[in-house]
């Protein structure tokens, strides 16, 4: 061999290479997983759909630890009061938006079906189960994990649509329009808004709860 030849790389190198982009890919590696667990929760609930989908999101909490470090938490009254605003929006722009859409062929049953998942379990344990692990798993995973990772590939903007998109499709089994539909909207409204804080996840999660609680547990949509 002379001095300018390189030797080839061996099988250890190609071994430590692929399991470099494994680790470096490891964030859409797990998209997989919530497409399975929201199938799952939506048409295999024979443990009830809340406990099914604290038990999801928690699988998706867990997922994300091992890129916990490198998601912002900073907890403040602004952050508090925006995420809240953004939550009680959202909330309204549905709310009212419903009362227009009612007219809409099949839009009422769309939303009835949504709230049948409701079923007879008791209230209480739905706030209980949307403040933890419902809220903070879905905006952990989404906007912590894979908005977060996507926008180190994507501009912002692609990076956002992108986590909305794919945060629509875990609700496809549903075959709820609507669902898909709002799924998507408050998908965008918080990825944007994560983009907007420089990823800071805490008022993305105080959005999620205050939204699901006024929507499934305080108020009904439609």
Known sequence: MTATEKPSPGPENHATSFFEKLRKNYELLTLPLPFILWYITFILTSFGFW?????STSILLVVSVP????IKFQPSIRGFIIGAVLGLALFALFYFGARVANSIPGFPSQVSAVYSFRGNFPLAAIAVLLL?????GEATYWQGFVLQHLGKRLKPW????LTSFLYMMIHLPTFNPSLMLVAFIVGLA???TFNKLKNNLFPIMVSHIIFD???F???MIG
Do not use: D, Y
Request: glycine share 4%; charged share 15%.
């Open 132 to 136: 933890f692990p419902i809220g903070p």
């Open 158 to 161: 692609a990076a956002a649509i």
């Open 67 to 70: 890129r916990i470090r490198k």
């Open 190 to 192: 918080w990825s944007f």
């Open 217 to 219: 547990v305080l108020f």
């Open 51 to 55: 406990p099914t989908l604290a038990l």
């Open 213 to 215: 609680e006024f929507a």
